[in-house]
């Protein structure tokens, strides 16, 4: 069997030999050193042959023993106390006096507590009474501003509209978006169309609107192409030039919303035009209701 034939193979064996070296130099260089002697593990002791010892001067040899010398103990005898018997007189009239102490002081420490219970309950008593006194002044507070509030809208709303309360209607509530009381819109109005300004409500047949401070708009008449009828509104949207920019028909009011009414009322809505107006909002809402007849 041959070695070293192939190039691989001289090349291993080269590589092989410098690991080898490497390590043979690395255990000598930082391999573990031998001490000669070896190194003695341990507590170091103190030179002397006695368990104690005082002074400064280590002595080489050892030292004499010492000459002790022993000290007998003297024990003190306390003399006994002697307790001498009290009179029985004495001790019960010592005994009385303690209970009659117990006694009072029992009874001073209850007057005490009771005065002290007697005291808090007093005091609870009068906060729960001003806060009554103060809960009420406060509720009549209210009800005296409030009075005063409802007066001063009712006297507001008398010199704005003549007065409600010189109304000579019979009926109760009111209905407007004002937030204050009466019945917002006009004697020859419809009592379910959704404007509170503009024209007056649409007839049999007829075309009405609302949009309020932009005058008498022209339009346009569409019929329905079936057999339906009844009130439909369309909400719109009217910019500043007076066109409709926006139609929404069936909303609150309407009586049929059948699509064959909803479609004619819109192009209705949108053929409106009302005179421009530049002060006017650039979207300003209003209603057209249609009153679609079976004649018509």
């Not at 002697?37 to 280590?58: K, L, M, R, T």
């Not at 080489?60 to 000459?67: D, F, G, H, M, S």
């Not at 002290?116 to 509720?139: H, I, L, S």
């Not at 066109?243 to 919303?257: F, K, L, M, Q, S």
Request: hydrophobic fraction near 30%.
């Amino acid at each position: 069997m041959k070695y070293f034939e192939t190039k691989y193979e001289r090349n291993s064996a080269k590589i092989t030999a410098l690991i080898m070296v490497i390590l043979i130099l690395l255990l000598f260089v930082v391999g573990h050193k031998y001490l000669d002697p070896p190194e003695e593990y341990g507590v170091a002791v103190n030179f002397g042959n006695s368990a104690v010892g005082s002074g400064d001067v280590q002595p080489t040899k050892p030292l004499a023993p010492p000459t002790e010398t022993v000290e007998t103990p003297v024990e003190e005898v306390k003399p006994e106390e002697t307790v001498q018997p009290q009179p029985k007189e004495v001790v019960e009239t010592a005994s009385k006096a303690e209970d009659v102490l117990t006694e009072e002081s029992a009874e001073a420490i209850a007057v005490k507590k009771k005065k002290e219970a007697d005291a808090k309950a007093k005091a609870e008593a009068e906060r729960v009474e001003r806060e009554k006194r103060e809960a009420a002044e406060k509720k009549r507070l209210e009800e005296e501003k409030k009075k005063q509030e409802e007066a001063k809208k009712k006297q507001a709303l008398d010199a704005l509209i003549g007065g409600v309360s010189n109304s000579k209607g019979t009926e109760t509530g009111g209905e407007g978006p004002d937030g204050k009381p009466g019945d917002k819109g006009q004697l020859d109005g419809d009592p379910y169309a959704p404007s509170y300004f503009g024209g007056s409500g649409p007839g049999k047949g007829g075309v009405g609107y609302g949009l309020g401070g932009r005058g008498r708009p022209s339009k346009e008449i569409f019929k329905q192409d079936c057999n339906e009828y009844g009130l439909v509104v369309v909400r719109i949207e009217v910019d500043r030039s007076g066109n409709v920019v926006a139609a929404e028909p069936g909303i609150r009011g309407t009586t049929n919303t059948h699509p064959c009414l909803l479609e004619p009322a819109k192009k209705i809505a949108l053929s409106h035009k009302w005179p421009a107006d530049p002060k006017a909002p650039a979207r300003q809402v209003g209603f057209v209701s249609i009153n679609f007849d079976v004649t018509q």
